[in-house]
């Protein structure tokens, strides 16, 4: 059954990053509750270009949620030409899903580390999200986040790793749960 869609009155500017693991997997149980209450979710994901991630194939199941992917399905550690054009084109979506008004929540999955990396400008996205408006809930995701946009957040999450079986035991990403 599919619920008709419904409007927020009222957006915020969320902010999940940190060490620790669940940043895009907090996002994703966001997005999933809020297509369940008939919100329209719309996730743009920088630096992941890996189409068997879990999310990618669920989200098939649900058509309130888009997830749109830029970059290289490898992890990159020294950014090249065609990533900083990806996360361009990622940052460029994210204005025209804004100016759309099609969608009530727009989630940039890993932006703080597409800015840390020097893929995109901090500036950038501070304008865009000036751009927000008042009825879209916007969610930010990376490793680290830039000072600017944690405090241009009306809601922070640090995520703190306490203990990690990759970094303890050398354990690998597990399909399913992990990706």
């Not at 599919?2 to 149980?29: D, M, N, P």
Request: charged residues 30%; positive net charge; without cysteine.
């Amino acid at each position: 059954m599919i619920t008709l869609r419904q409007r927020l009155t009222e957006g915020i500017i969320q902010v999940y990053y940190g060490k620790g693991k669940g940043k895009t997997t907090a996002s994703l149980g966001l997005a999933f509750r809020a297509t369940g209450h008939g919100f329209k979710v719309h996730m743009i994901q920088f630096m992941k270009g890996e189409v068997s991630y879990g999310e990618i194939k669920a989200s098939k199941n649900y058509p309130n949620l888009t997830i749109t992917q830029f970059g290289r399905p490898e992890i990159i550690s020294e950014p090249e030409k065609v990533d900083i054009e990806e996360a361009k084109k990622a940052l460029e979506l994210a204005k025209k899903t804004i100016e759309s008004d099609e969608y009530d929540i727009l989630i940039l999955d890993e932006v703080g580390i597409a800015i840390d990396m020097g893929l995109i400008n901090v500036k950038d996205v501070i304008e865009l999200l000036k751009k927000k408006p008042p009825q879209m809930e916007i969610v930010l995701t990376g490793r680290y986040m830039h000072p600017k946009l944690l405090e241009m957040a009306d809601l922070v999450t640090e995520m703190r790793m306490i203990k990690h079986p990759f970094v303890t035991q050398g354990m690998q990403a597990r399909k399913g749960v992990d990706f």
